[in-house]
C-alpha cells in the first residue's frame, strides 16, 4: 500500500505540498495529474525519498523511504523521467549489471526482455534503438526485482503508440496481481483505459478524484467569459497569450487586445489548467503554446518571450524555470 498522511513539504515561505490523506491499495492503479508547478516533482522527491517532509508521513509498503533506503529499494520499483540508461550497453547488458546487484539470476534479464518486447533486441546497440525502446527498458528496470509497488513518471514521455499500449498493459496485468502502483503526470492522455482512479493536483492539494468511464463534468467551460457593461464575451484559450494579476483580478492579454476579468489569477489557473498554460511567476500566467524562447539572464533571472508581434517577454521565477525545465525536458 501506498498510505499519505497529513503530508506538507514547506520552502521558503512556501508551501509546495499540502496533503492530508492519500491511500493506493494493492491491486489498484491511480494517477495524480496535474500541470507544472502543482506540485507533483515535490511529491515525487518525497515519494522516493529523496527529500524529507516538514510534517507528516509517506509510507510505501510499510516503508518510509527516506529512512530505509535499502528496503525502499527492494520493495519498490521507479521510472524516472528520465531513463538513465547506460546508452554505450546493450539492453540486455544494462539489466544483467542490476540483476548483480539485486543478486538476481541472469535469465530474469531474458525474462523482462521478453515482457517488454525487446529479446530481439537484447545485444544491440542502445544508443541505435528508438526513443520509445529506450522508455521500454528504462520501464523493464524499474520491474526487473519484481516490485510490490510501482513509481511512474510521466510513463509515456517520448513514447510511440506501440509503447504505449504495451507498457499499460503490463502495468494493468501487474497490479491484477497485487501490484500497487501510483502514476504521476501532467494529463490523463491515455490514462483513463487502466487507471481506477485519477487524483487532480492543484497548487500543492488534491483538487478532486474520478473513476474513469464515469460520466464526468466539465470543471469549467471551455471559454473563458469576460464582462463588459453590455455584453459577455466568450474567450478561447488559444488565443490567450498571458494572464497578469492586476489588483484583486486578473487581465488577459491575448491576440486581440487587452481584456479585463472578474476572476483573480489563481482562478484562471485552476480553469485553464488543461488547456497548456503554467504559472511563469507569482503574477503571470502562459500560454505555453506562445512562448517561443526561454531566456536565462543571471543563474536566478529568466524570462519567457512570446511569439506576437511585440515579442513580449513574462518573467520567469527561478522555482517555475526549474519546473519548466522538467515538463518539457530541455
Partial sequence: MIEINNLQKITGQSTNLDIQTLK???GEVAALVGPAGCGKGSLFELLTGRTRPSAGTVRLADVDPANDHRSFSRRVGVLFHEDSLYLRQSPQANLDLLCQLYGL?????????EQIGMADQAGAKLDKLQSGLQRRLAFGRAILHQPQILLLFEPFARCDEGTIGLLSSLTRQMTESGLVCLILADDATHLDAFCDVIYTLNRGQLAGA??????QQASAPFKIPVRSEDKVSLVNPADILYAEAEGGHAGLHTTHGRMPTQFTLSELEERLSRSGFFRAHRSYLVNLQHVKEVIPYTRNSFSLKLDDTDNTEIPLSKSAAGELRELLGY
Fill in 24 to 26: 493506493v491499495e494493492r
Fill in 210 to 215: 474520478y473513476q474513469p468511464g464515469e460520466e
Fill in 105 to 113: 539470476p541472469k535469465s530474469r534479464s531474458l525474462e523482462v526482455l
